[in-house]
């Protein structure tokens, strides 16, 4: 069974550009979740995605940050315009039911803005 | 605000030594515990749980879940290089499937 995919898996940008991420969940998957890790720290939820719904996005910077998962399978994350502080590795989930915590995680993409 | 505090924050240890990493919780509505290994990215799966008292056991590896005491705690036997990683403590909480992290126990596996 394929793993989730991320790309690209490092990006290094400036201050004031924009990016986007993109995430295809393992087959079958319901769900769909971004999540930021900062270094030293624990991964945190950005969005949520049931199927193409947004389940939860109360921590998305929505002033910067929009997602979409237009046909309810892969997803984009796109930051604009970036800041330093945005700075993080961005990791994709994805689960096979909303209920299940049981979540699988792709290999991440390491953002660094100058 | 849903809480989840690892300790220790790095571990260092030989070869061979047992470790015991510790997550304990504050948050509403638990509906149960996740530890994942996170080697370069990616966190792996390693054990979901859901039941006081109920060890779940996997090799080497191995969690038990205190609900009274709101903590969990993950085993490792004689610990190998391959066990070098970053161990992430997770609360499901909720309907929706949503997890709360903690920042993780960096442990290094010495020869």
């Known amino acids: 069974e394929a793993g989730v995919a991320q790309s690209p898996r490092y990006k290094i940008i400036e201050k004031r550009q924009s990016v986007a991420f993109w995430c295809n969940p393992i087959?079958?998957?319901?769900?769909l979740y971004w999540y930021q890790q900062i270094l030293g720290q624990g991964p945190k939820l950005l969005i949520q995605f049931q199927n193409n719904g947004v389940v939860d996005d109360s921590q998305l910077p929505k002033d910067r940050f929009s997602a979409e998962r237009l046909k309810g399978v892969d997803s984009t994350l796109k930051i604009q315009p970036a800041k330093l502080e945005d700075s993080a590795v961005y990791l994709c989930a994805s689960s096979a039911t909303g209920t299940s915590h049981e979540q699988y995680f792709g290999p991440g993409t390491r953002l660094t803005v100058t | 605000e849903d809480k989840v505090v690892q300790s220790p924050l790095s571990l260092v240890v030989h070869e061979g030594d047992t470790v015991t990493l510790n997550c304990s919780y504050e948050v509403t509505n638990f509906r149960s515990l996740l530890w994942y290994k996170q080697e370069k990215k990616a966190p792996t799966f390693l054990f979901m749980l859901?039941?006081?008292?109920i060890e779940k056991k996997s090799g080497r590896l191995s969690s038990i879940l205190d609900k009274k005491e709101l903590f969990s705690i993950l085993n490792i036997t004689a610990t190998q290089t391959g066990d070098s990683a970053i161990y992430l403590c997770a609360v499901g909480t909720g309907t929706a499937s949503k997890l709360t992290f903690g920042t993780g126990t960096r442990l290094q596996v010495m020869l």
């Open positions: 859901t039941s006081s008292g």
């Open positions: 087959s079958g998957h319901a769900t």
